[in-house]
């Protein structure tokens, strides 16, 4: 790889979002083994003062216009293609956000690249950028390779650590100025999510139901343990479906991503989509009736029985120890 590598900063309202430093991270990595620089792209009026956040990369490149803020997917490909030209970048990494998750297509299309989606790991493998997509909800992992090392990658939320792409050092900052034409998709308003009491997301134990708690009465076990754990109860979709916990506490596919030291999953079956969410957890302990529930596959220690036997008198022991 003989070509600078550029993350796509990603920010909203002032805050520079956790994918941002894991890509930063990541990027590093490949820049310091390959010898090459690492760039971040920063696009948006009154993004500029973020840049001093983005310590880890070499040079920050700046677009500060207003049609950039919020801007569709194939605006901000308009804009990251014109950097490209600029600063003969050959590898690309975006987030592969709700907010970001468009915009490696219409790059690829404008410049050829290839592009390689919901990427969870990459290496540099002579000279070639060898980056594991993760497939079908992490049912399949499939190691792509990028010949010359050139290529665009959607990095999948939670592959990488975030705190190994925060650094003090000071980017040096380019100002762009790029030619946007009036996009065709235009944002309108932004929605604020549903303010859940507890943000999972920050969780150091979770302890996640699923619809092995068979009814909402039982989620109060589960609550139980949370608390004298020092944790919060998260759960699976039939769960939140039903009504026993707020959209806010899903975990998975179209909840949340959570990184806990230890997540316990109780009476879930670790459907693809629910495993999604919670598989970099450092810690998986599940609990299931069925010795055959896929969540086993993955989880670092297993209970096969009753979580309604178990609960009472896991909270009895977790009790006690505590005194
Ligand atoms: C597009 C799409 C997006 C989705 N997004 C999500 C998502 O974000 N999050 C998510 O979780 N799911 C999501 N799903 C749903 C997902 O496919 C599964 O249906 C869901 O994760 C299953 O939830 P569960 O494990 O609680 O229930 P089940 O699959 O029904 O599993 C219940 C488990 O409990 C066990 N059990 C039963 N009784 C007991 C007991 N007394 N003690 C111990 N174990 C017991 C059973 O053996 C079983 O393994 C999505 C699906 C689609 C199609």
Redesign the pocket.
């Known amino acids: 790889m003989a070509t600078a590598i550029l993350v796509l900063a990603e920010q909203l309202r002032g805050e520079i979002a956790d994918i941002t430093f894991e890509m930063l991270g990541a990027g590093r990595k490949l820049a310091s083994a390959s010898g090459v620089p690492l760039y971040a792209a920063l696009l948006g009026s009154e993004a500029a003062p973020l840049a001093a956040r983005l310590g880890l990369a070499d040079k920050v490149f700046v677009a500060d216009q207003p049609q950039l803020n919020l801007a569709p997917a194939h605006t901000i490909a308009v804009a990251l293609k014109a950097i490209l030209d600029q600063a003969q970048v050959g590898l690309v990494l975006i987030g592969g956000t709700n907010g970001s998750i468009g915009i490696g297509s219409f790059l690829s299309a404008k410049t050829g690249l290839p592009l390689v989606n919901f990427g969870r790991a990459a290496k540099l493998e002579a000279g070639a950028v060898v980056v594991t997509s993760q497939l079908f909800g992490g049912k399949i992992l499939s190691d792509v390779k990028l010949a010359d090392g050139r290529g665009i990658v959607s990095i999948y939320p939670g592959a990488f650590p975030v705190e190994a792409g925060k650094s003090e050092g000071t980017p040096s900052v380019e100002k762009v100025d790029v030619a946007i034409e009036a996009p065709k998709v235009s944002f309108k308003q932004y929605l604020e999510p549903e303010k859940g009491d507890v943000d999972i997301t920050k969780q150091s134990v979770l302890v996640g139901v ?3 708690m ?1 009814t909402q009465d039982n989620v109060q076990l589960a609550e139980d343990l949370a608390r004298i754990l020092g944790g919060a109860v998260c759960a ?4 939140i479906d039903q009504g026993w916990l707020p959209l806010s506490r ?6 949340m991503t959570v990184k806990p030291r230890v997540y316990l999953a109780l ?3 670790g ?1 693809p ?2 495993w999604e ?1 919670m598989q970099n957890s450092q810690c998986i302990i599940a ?4 010795p055959k ?1 896929p969540i086993f596959d993955g989880a670092h220690y297993g209970v096969v029985g ?3 036997e178990l609960l009472p008198i896991l909270i009895d022991k977790v009790k006690a120890r505590k005194g």
Do not use: F, M
């Open positions: 699923g619809r092995g068979q699976s979709r039939p769960v899903q975990v998975g596919k179209s909840g009476g879930i079956s459907a989509e629910h969410g609990v299931n009736t069925d529930a009753d979580v309604l």
